[in-house]
């Protein structure tokens, strides 16, 4: 009975970390006032990129930094169209994704139909370092051990990167004049800060995040190229509700993650758990699976409308958010 | 201090905006030749084969007009009413999920109408439609009104809920659900009863449908809305700025109610035309227009004639990608999409460059 549950507390953890990535990613991109609605197509586009290069040169930690630098490079088309060119951000954003899921089919299409065929993950060195180990000791706690501390390197990372965040928004300086902008450009602009400089920075460091977390599917999902499913499979979509969801909070995000990930599981899991406790579960398989799927996005609408019904606003959503900052319109 | 600074054109002229327009779209389908060349297809070849969509040396050429049609038709509607959304600043990215609420209140008219006249049929599900989608589009228009709910974000979420329903609808074996084909084991989609698929008049072999012709006028009738009547203008007023419209005494509230209603009901009509001449509903019925209507509506600046213009381009785009996939399988609808994400990228650049103007500092105390 226990496995059970370790089991669902693991698979929530391993099929959900990407959404913390892309979650974080762009709440660094939202703080800084602008709403990037690309991040489907900016995971995508890490996550193949990154690959190649991984499966190319045998090694995780190249696959990695080629990642977070591909999407890195399509956050800096995004900053030069939005913040130097003024572009539309809901616009230049939808374009990515557009954009980004195509070129993950074509470069997986032409390579699939090429000679040398798509490179395999399995047996591979990057196979190896990608996988799950057992942190000594940790791992050894009963009932949380095995669910929290086996697991792939990833993992980890993503939570470091919230963590780590969070403490650049509360305990830092920059942190603290990321967020002036987000509220108020024009304010922060007058009393010195570079907003340009601070929009592109954080604007490709978040899209570099969130293409780890394209990557981390695309490792968890065994490498495989399908011509008919991409990695991301909507998560990208999922992580813009779940920053709502989270508050704009990166150490919220850790949480909303978790309960994101818990109806995710629920989901793939409900017959199992019907199974297993044919009494108190049995009623799970009565509830389409299309319900668990939607259930992100509806919680997400009630807290956006909930939220915004309160008269105090104690939201964390950027004032500034969607609106271009251009200095004579001051 | 900077050097070079950045200055709004104080003239916009059309004819720099059209020049700089094109070669934006002439750098992206260069771009897009070079991919082919590293795919080692010659690209004047493919070119040719996409943008004629088939139609040389065809004999059955009509049928590519009609299926140009059953792509551009939503298209264009589509665009049209979310381009009244944005004239109003109003950012509904709901395309997607108004089209899919549209088109199950249509199927529902239409999988219970065997036997009623054909025209009564498709006029109940036109309204149908539109009501329903209407509603949506009013309710988060009074959330935007009343509390200032972020519209972005809310009709985001719909269009995945709606993807989620549809697809629960069409994956779900049970009595009540009549959109189900009886004689099938697995749950598939039925086709709709003679009487709820689209009529058309017949010229020789081609069928012109009944929906192009709608999708013309209305073409007419939203241009002549936005730009000769009152609340066309007022449209145009709260755009520019609210705070304006309110001195001016407009009520700001029921005029975003009064678009946003006009807006999804229209896209909720290209639904109800679009499955009425598909015959039949799926999960990809929207074809993806609430996203590329978005594009469409903004490379067209929001101007009518001009997203009519480009809807037929970005039509002949996608199915000449389709058409020209029969000779080249190696490139399929990707490139399509490839592609357009490329030119919107130029235009994006070109629309900076015909609206400003890099000014050095000095010149420009000197002015």
């Known amino acids: 009975m226990l496995d059970v549950f370790t089991l669902f507390l693991f698979n929530i953890i391993v099929y959900n970390i990407p959404l913390l990535y892309g979650t974080t990613g762009e709440i660094m991109i939202e703080k800084s006032g602008s709403l990037n609605l690309g991040v489907e197509g900016t995971m995508a586009i890490g996550a193949v990129v990154g690959y190649l290069a991984g499966a190319k040169t045998d090694s995780l930690f190249v696959a990695c930094v080629v990642s977070f630098i591909a999407s890195g490079l399509v956050g800096l088309l995004f900053s030069f169209l939005t913040v130097t060119l003024q572009a539309n951000q809901n616009v230049t954003g939808l374009t990515i994704t557009t954009f980004g899921v195509a070129f993950y089919y074509f470069i997986g299409n032409a390579l699939s139909n090429s000679a040398s065929g798509w490179p395999k993950l399995s047996g591979t060195r990057l196979d190896v370092q990608s996988q799950a180990f057992e942190i000594p000791l940790l791992s050894k706690i009963p009932f949380f051990g095995k669910a929290l501390f086996s697991h792939g390197i990833l993992v980890y990372l993503g939570v470091i990167i919230a963590i780590l965040m969070w403490l650049y928004f509360k305990k830092t300086v920059p942190g603290l004049k990321l967020r002036a902008i987000g509220e108020n450009p024009g304010a922060a602009d007058s009393l010195g800060v570079n907003v340009a400089l601070y929009k592109y920075t954080h604007i490709i460091i978040g899209s570099g995040i969130m293409g780890l977390g394209g990557l981390y599917m695309g490792l968890n999902m065994g490498g495989t190229f399908e011509g008919s499913n991409c990695w991301i499979n909507g998560y990208g979509w999922i992580s813009i509700a779940l920053v709502i969801f989270a508050n704009w909070s990166p150490a919220k995000a850790l949480l909303g993650t978790l309960v994101f990930g818990f109806f995710n599981t629920l989901r793939v899991q409900n017959a199992a758990l019907a199974y297993t406790f044919p009494d108190t579960l049995g009623w799970l398989t009565k509830i389409p699976s299309h319900f668990f799927s939607a259930l992100p996005f509806i919680i997400t609408l009630i807290v956006l409308i909930t939220s915004s019904l309160s008269s105090k606003n104690k939201s964390g959503e950027p004032q500034a958010i969607g609106r271009n900052y251009y200095r004579e319109d001051r | ?367």
């Not at chain 2, 935007?144 to 519209?151: D, H, I, R, S, Y």
């Not at chain 2, 709606?162 to 084909?181: C, H, P, Q, S």
């Not at chain 2, 903004?298 to 199915?319: D, E, G, N, R």
């Not at chain 2, 029969?326 to 592609?339: G, K, V």
């Open chain 2, 1 to 367: 201090m900077r050097k070079y600074h950045l200055v709004r054109r104080a003239d916009a002229r059309l004819k720099r905006t059209l020049i700089y327009y094109a070669i934006g779209i002439l750098v992206s389908l260069i771009i897009g030749a070079i991919i082919l060349v590293a795919l080692g297809i010659n690209p004047l070849d493919y070119y040719g084969r996409m943008f004629t969509i088939g139609l040389v040396g065809n004999r059955y050429g009509y049928k590519s007009i009609e299926g140009l049609l059953k792509i551009f038709v939503p298209l264009l509607i589509t665009s049209l009413a979310l381009s009244l959304s944005f004239k109003m600043r109003f950012w509904n990215i709901g395309g997607e999920g108004e089209f899919l609420i549209g088109a199950i209140a249509a199927s529902i008219v239409a999988f219970n109408s065997t036997g009623m006249p054909n025209f009564v049929t498709v006029l109940l599900m036109c309204l149908a439609a539109m009501i329903s989608s209407g509603i949506i589009g009013i309710a988060v228009a009074a959330l935007k009104v009343k509390f200032n709910t972020n519209e972005t974000l809310m009709t985001l979420m719909i269009n995945y809920i709606m993807l989620y329903v549809i697809r629960y609808i069409g994956e779900t074996k049970a009595d009540w659900n009549f959109f189900l084909r009886d004689d099938s084991e697995r749950p598939k989609f039925g086709t709709f009863p003679d009487s709820a698929v689209m009529a058309g008049i017949p010229i020789g072999q081609f069928k012109l449908l009944w929906s192009v012709l709608i999708a013309l006028a209305l073409t007419a009738i939203v241009f002549v809305y936005l730009k000769y009547t009152k609340q066309g203008y007022e449209i145009s007023v709260v755009g520019d700025s609210s705070a304006t419209a309110k001195y001016a005494g407009m009520s700001v509230g029921k005029i975003v109610l009064r678009t946003m209603f006009i807006s999804s009901a229209m896209i909720g009509l290209a639904a109800a035309l679009a499955v009425s001449s598909a015959g039949t509903i799926s999960d990809t019925i929207t074809n993806n227009v609430g996203w590329t209507g978005i594009i469409v509506a903004w490379l067209s600046k929001l101007s009518v004639p001009a997203v009519f213009v480009t809807s037929v381009l970005i039509s002949i785009l996608q199915y000449g990608c389709q058409a020209a996939a029969t000779q080249y399988p190696a490139i399929d609808s990707n490139y399509a999409d490839l592609l357009q994400g490329i030119i919107l990228f130029s235009v994006l650049v070109a629309d900076f460059a015909a609206n400003f103007k890099i000014v050095r500092k000095e010149d420009a105390k000197n002015a």
